[in-house]
């Protein structure tokens, strides 16, 4: 009589290497994500250095890849900005306006790769900046928040190669520049 069970010894070779195939592919990914949260925690040292570096106003732009775009995410930007037109727009904020972190507590988020859905070192981060415009001879100074999603991708080499930022841009200037009829305006559309 033939049966097609497996022999007891058989059945342990097979659950043996069953066990060991296991324990490979779990390794194999606890290395892969041992990784990923190494490059996000030093990759997250560079993104609050640079946060305080803006508070500072001392932005130290060797963090920042040869070949680094910004995305412009205003209304009316450029798709992308480069480096040096980046340095350019900060030295024109820098001299114009004082930034100051309002959040209490920063917290940096991983990121993941878009193709993948897994951590690639890249760093989040939701924060609220005071942004200042200083008193002048002939006005008072004025202050209003903006409330930031900010997303930095880095190279090998943990330099930022890709970041952009989302917030009301263009409200925080209007407000800022505008006279006291946009606030008005905007309590009056609130009330309807």
């Not at 306006?97 to 991983?110: C, G």
Request: glycine share 6%; charged share 30%.
């Amino acid at each position: 009589m033939h049966t097609n069970q497996l022999k007891p010894n058989n059945m342990k070779y097979v659950f043996t290497i069953l066990c060991l195939s296991l324990i490979f592919v779990a390794c194999e990914t606890k290395e892969e994500d041992s990784g990923a949260q190494e490059a996000f925690e030093k990759n997250s040292e560079t993104v609050m250095a640079s946060l305080r570096a803006w508070e500072n106003e001392s932005i130290d732009y060797s963090i920042y890849a040869d070949d680094f775009l910004m995305r412009g995410t205003s209304y009316g930007s450029s798709d992308s900005i480069s480096l040096a037109e980046m340095k350019t727009m900060d030295k024109e904020f820098l001299a114009m306006y004082d930034f100051r972190i309002a959040t209490d507590t920063i917290r940096l988020l991983p990121g993941v790769a878009v193709e993948t859905n897994e951590m690639d070192g890249s760093v989040r981060h939701y924060t609220d900046w005071e942004v200042t415009l200083p008193a002048t001879d002939s006005t008072e100074a004025r202050s209003g928040i903006i409330k930031l999603y900010s997303s930095a991708d880095f190279d090998e080499d943990g330099k930022i190669v890709f970041e952009h930022s989302y917030g009301d841009f263009n409200g925080l200037m209007m407000h800022l520049h505008g006279d006291d009829d946009y606030d008005d305006t905007h309590e009056e559309d609130d009330e309807d």
